[in-house]
């Protein structure tokens, strides 16, 4: 049976629906960075999934091809996730969506070199005629953080964030969002499947001791 990281790992993926803290380890994600309204018709948002998704497939279905990854195991792609952030904005300001800057990311398995993540592009350019340039290879060590499961539509998460706040401060923690340490969704649903109000999405904080 294929490894799923949101099985393996449910404190990560699937939190209940009241805060929590916890601790991420370092994790490597295939990366693409942009900016502007994600909802826009061709926006820069929409273009990075695509290219995640080739290169998150490549990689995947590399066991039925002549590269044979060291360490390769058969796994579900994990989910798609975004780093958000606005200029002069501590958290998010949803009202401007137009100001969003992000990073939208897939995790990669442990095994994935920088190596094979080059080689991975490499195909994906070859098979899809089309420009990856803009995919990276990206470390990123998250740290302590608090999160929750938001259920319902985006524009509803600021409630769900409210909450997150109120808990970590009870428990003697602080918001600590940095241009290094950011707003981070996890997206559970399939936007364009699922209804508004059934949406399923990690949202996730750093923190740090007062």
Same mark, same amino acid.
């Given at each position: ?11 990560f ?50 066991k ?45 398995? #442990? &095994?994935?070199?920088?190596e094979? =993540? !080059?080689?991975?592009? /490499?195909?994906?350019? +070859?098979?899809?005629?089309? #420009? &990856?340039s803009?995919?990276?290879? =990206? !470390?990123?060590?998250? /740290?302590?953080?608090? +999160? ?63």
């Amino acid at each position: 049976m294929a490894f799923d990281y949101k099985k393996e790992y449910k404190e990560f993926y699937m939190p209940k629906k009241k805060p929590a803290i916890v601790e991420i380890p370092p994790m490597n994600y295939i990366a693409v960075r942009g900016k502007g309204n994600p909802n826009d018709e061709g926006s820069e948002y929409k273009e990075s999934i695509g290219l995640l998704y080739a290169i998150a497939f490549t990689i995947k279905m590399s066991k039925k091809g002549e590269r044979q990854i060291e360490g390769y195991f058969d796994y579900v792609v994990p989910p798609l996730e975004g780093f958000w952030w606005q200029e002069d904005v501590r958290g998010i300001d949803y009202a401007h969506k137009e100001d969003f800057q992000f990073i939208s990311v897939i995790r990669l398995p #442990d &095994f994935v070199t920088r190596e094979d =993540f !080059a080689w991975a592009i /490499g195909q994906a350019e +070859q098979k899809k005629k089309q #420009d &990856f340039s803009k995919a990276e290879f =990206f !470390a990123y060590e998250e /740290g302590l953080c608090v +999160q929750c499961m938001h259920i319902g539509p985006y524009d509803d998460e600021p409630e769900t964030v409210n909450a997150m706040h109120g808990y970590m401060e009870a428990q003697g923690y602080e918001l600590d969002i940095t241009d290094k340490r950011l707003h981070h969704e996890i997206y559970l649903s399939d936007a364009r499947r699922v209804a508004p109000e059934r949406l399923k999405t990690v949202i996730r904080h750093p923190i740090r001791q007062k």
